[in-house]
């Protein structure tokens, strides 16, 4: 492939996906992963890491639910009420010593984090969730966890979030929370509508 039709289809690729490494872009180009940082360095396109901060500092709306640094995995866009993206890099100590499989409580708690945090309330919690796991996530991948808020219903009512969990360009994880707004529940106090 000629190089400007390349470098074309690089900036393409990272247009529609920002999140999209190095060696996920050699695989697509069929092409070294030194061509590839060559290619990016003459268009001026930063790596992965730099794209998402860049990201992050030019979308972020402030978190109201829950501080910032509970949301699991690095936030890099968050639109309250509509959306929201975080990354999360599965390290040792989130798999399985014997296999180096994901444990299931670390991906549902990306998005279940994301689902509360996208929604713009002082206290916005997990009524119920409705989750799958479509495949098992490895030592060293990326979780790419989008949300987005399908239905609010008042400043004192539920809000439905759908998350979904990408590694690399594989579906890994999908859920659907309902996230109960406050309306000044004490501890113990049972969530309007919940079932005995």
């Given amino acids: 492939m000629p190089k400007r039709e390349r470098q074309q289809r690089l900036t393409q690729f990272i247009e529609e996906n920002p999140f999209i490494t190095d060696q996920e872009l050699t695989r697509k180009l069929k092409v070294s992963i030194q061509t590839i940082r060559l290619d990016r360095m003459e268009l001026g396109i930063p790596e992965v890491r730099e794209r998402m901060k860049l990201m992050a500092?030019?979308?972020?709306?402030?978190?109201?639910?829950l501080p910032l640094d509970e949301i699991i995995?690095?936030?890099?866009?968050?639109?309250?009420?509509?959306?929201?993206?975080?990354?999360?890099?599965?390290?040792?100590?989130?798999?399985?010593?014997?296999?180096?499989?994901?444990?299931?409580?670390?991906i549902f708690s990306q998005a279940n984090s994301l689902a509360v945090g996208v929604i713009n309330a002082d206290v916005a919690l997990t009524a119920s969730a409705d989750?799958?796991?479509?495949?098992?996530?490895?030592?060293?991948?990326?979780?790419?966890?989008?949300?987005?808020?399908?239905?609010?219903?008042?400043?004192?009512?539920?809000?439905?979030?759908?998350?979904?969990?990408?590694?690399?360009?594989?579906?890994?994880?999908?859920?659907?929370?309902?996230?109960?707004?406050d309306t000044g529940l004490g501890a113990g106090e049972q969530y309007p509508d919940a079932k005995e």
Avoid: M
């Fill in 57 to 65: 500092e030019r979308s972020l709306d402030p978190v109201k639910s």
């Fill in 73 to 106: 995995g690095e936030v890099i866009d968050l639109q309250l009420d509509q959306s929201g993206i975080s990354i999360f890099e599965i390290r040792q100590e989130h798999v399985f010593s014997r296999t180096g499989i994901a444990r299931g409580h670390h």
């Fill in 131 to 181: 989750i799958r796991f479509v495949r098992s996530v490895r030592l060293g991948e990326k979780c790419v966890a989008k949300a987005y808020v399908r239905s609010k219903i008042g400043q004192k009512g539920k809000a439905k979030v759908e998350v979904f969990t990408y590694a690399g360009e594989e579906l890994v994880f999908q859920g659907t929370f309902v996230i109960h707004i």
